[in-house]
C-alpha cells in the first residue's frame, strides 16, 4: 500500500491538500471521488524502511482525547480552526499530530470538518465521519463529537475488561499446557519405558499415556506444523467474503463466547443507529452505514437485508424479526420505537443495556471458562499421574508374587 500526498478540489472550488493511502494512482482518485473531491496533483511519498518500522500507531485512546479536547474547546466558543490547532499540538502521538495539522489545513482551506475526515481513512472510519456530517448538517457539532467519544470511550473500556478477564486464564491454560507437553515428552517416556520393558500387563489408562507419548515424541513437530498450517489457511479463508460469513457464523454458535460477540454487535448497531438517525440521517442511509461497522458479517448481512425491505416499504423490526439473529429484547424495543415515533431514544436505551450487560456477560463468560479450562487440564495431569502409579504398583506387586 503506497502513500500519496495530493492536492484536490470539490465541486465548489474548495482546496484539499493531505496524505493518503493507496494501491495506486487510479485508487486514489477513486478515494478522492468517492468523497466528493477532484484529484489535482499527487506525489508519491517514499517512507524509509526505518521510519516505517518505528511509526507510531493512532489508537483509539488518540481519538477519545481528540472528541473530547475538541467537543470541550467548541463548546467554550473556540473556532472550529483554533480547535483543531490547540488540539493538534497537544496530541503526543507524531503520526496522529500530523495527521490533525493536515485535517486544520484542509478546514481553513474551506473543506468541512467531516470531509477533512474523509480524507484519512485510515484514521476516521466512515461511521465517524458520517456522525459528524449529520452534526454540521443540523448544528449539533458539539452532540456528535460527545456521542462519538462516549462509544469510542466505552470500547476502550470493553477492551481492557477482556483484557484484564483473560489474562489470568490465559496464563494459566499456557503454563498448565506447557507442562503437560514436557510431561508427555520428556518426563513420562523415561518411566514408561521401564513399564514397557516389565514383563506385565499394563493396566489401560497406562498404555493409553504411553501412546499418547510415543505420538508426541515421534509425532509432535508434525503435529505441531499442521495445526499451525490450519490456523494460517483457516485465516486466509477468513479473508474471503464467502469464508468471513461462514467463519462468523460459527463464532456467533460458540456457547458463551457466541453470547459476547452478539451483545457487543448490538451495542454498536444500537449505539451508532441511534446517533446517526437522531442528527437526522434517513434510515435507509443510516442502516448503509451501520452494515459497515457491524464486526460480524452476519449480523452485517442481516442489517442490509433490512435496509433492503426498507427500501420496498417494509418496517425495520418485522425486517430484523427474519433473519432470527437479532435477540427479542431489541426487536420488541425497535417496535416500540416505531409505534412512538421515538426509535432514536428507544434505540439509545437498547445502548445503555449493552453498555452495562456487555462487561457483565464478558466477566460471566471467563468466571465459567476459568475454573472450566483448569479443571479439564488437572484432569489430564492427574490422570496421566494416576496411569503411572497403576503401573508401579502392578510391577511391584508382580515382583512380590515372583518372590
Excluded: C
Excluded at 479439564?376 to 510391577?395: D, E, P, R
Amino acid at each position: 500500500m503506497a502513500r500519496y500526498d495530493y492536492s484536490a478540489v470539490d465541486d465548489y472550488g474548495r482546496k484539499a491538500r493531505g496524505t493518503m493511502s493507496s494501491p495506486d494512482e487510479k485508487s486514489l482518485r477513486d478515494q478522492l471521488a468517492a468523497m466528493g473531491m477532484h484529484l489535482v496533483s499527487n506525489r508519491q511519498v517514499a517512507e524509509s524502511s526505518g521510519r516505517a518500522l518505528f511509526k507510531k500507531k493512532i489508537k483509539r485512546a488518540d481519538l477519545i482525547d481528540f472528541t473530547y479536547h475538541l467537543k470541550t474547546l467548541l463548546g467554550a466558543g473556540v473556532s472550529l480552526v483554533s480547535g483543531l490547532s490547540d488540539v493538534a499540538e497537544q496530541s503526543t502521538n507524531p503520526e496522529f499530530r500530523e495527521v490533525l495539522r493536515d485535517i486544520r489545513r484542509n478546514v481553513q482551506s474551506g473543506t468541512t470538518l467531516s470531509g477533512a475526515f474523509a480524507l484519512h481513512p485510515d484514521v476516521f472510519p466512515e461511521v465517524f465521519v458520517s456522525i459528524m456530517r449529520a452534526g454540521e448538517v443540523t448544528g449539533n457539532m458539539d452532540g456528535a463529537l460527545s456521542d462519538l467519544n462516549r462509544f469510542l470511550t466505552w470500547q476502550e473500556e470493553l477492551g481492557k475488561t477482556i483484557r484484564q478477564a483473560t489474562y489470568y486464564p490465559m496464563t494459566v491454560v499456557g503454563m498448565v499446557s506447557g507442562l503437560i507437553i514436557l510431561l508427555f515428552t520428556f518426563v513420562f517416556p523415561r518411566f514408561l519405558s521401564i513399564f514397557k520393558g516389565a514383563a506385565i500387563d499394563l493396566p489401560l489408562p497406562t498404555r493409553v499415556v504411553i501412546a499418547i507419548s510415543e505420538f508426541f515424541r515421534d509425532y509432535g513437530l508434525y503435529a505441531l506444523a499442521a495445526i499451525v498450517l490450519g490456523v494460517v489457511a483457516l485465516r486466509m479463508y477468513g479473508r474471503t467474503e464467502a469464508g468471513r460469513l461462514r467463519v462468523d457464523g460459527w463464532k456467533l454458535k460458540i456457547p458463551l463466547v457466541g453470547e459476547v460477540i452478539r451483545a457487543i454487535e448490538m451495542s454498536q448497531f444500537s449505539h451508532f443507529t441511534a446517533s446517526l438517525f437522531r442528527a437526522g440521517v434517513e434510515m435507509t442511509q443510516t442502516l448503509a452505514v451501520v452494515e459497515k461497522v457491524m464486526g460480524n458479517r452476519v449480523l452485517a448481512a442481516v442489517v442490509r437485508q433490512a435496509r433492503e425491505e426498507l427500501i420496498a416499504g417494509g418496517g425495520l423490526s418485522v425486517a430484523l424479526r427474519k433473519s432470527g439473529e437479532f435477540p427479542p429484547m431489541v426487536l420488541r424495543m425497535v417496535s416500540a420505537g416505531e409505534s412512538s415515533g421515538n426509535l432514536d431514544d428507544t434505540l439509545d436505551n437498547v445502548s445503555a443495556y449493552y453498555d452495562r450487560e456487555v462487561p457483565a456477560i464478558v466477566k460471566k463468560t471467563f468466571a465459567i471458562l476459568e475454573p472450566a479450562m483448569t479443571i479439564l487440564l488437572a484432569l489430564v495431569v492427574l490422570g496421566a499421574a494416576l496411569s503411572f502409579f497403576l503401573a508401579l504398583y502392578k510391577m511391584v506387586g508382580s515382583m512380590g508374587a515372583g518372590k
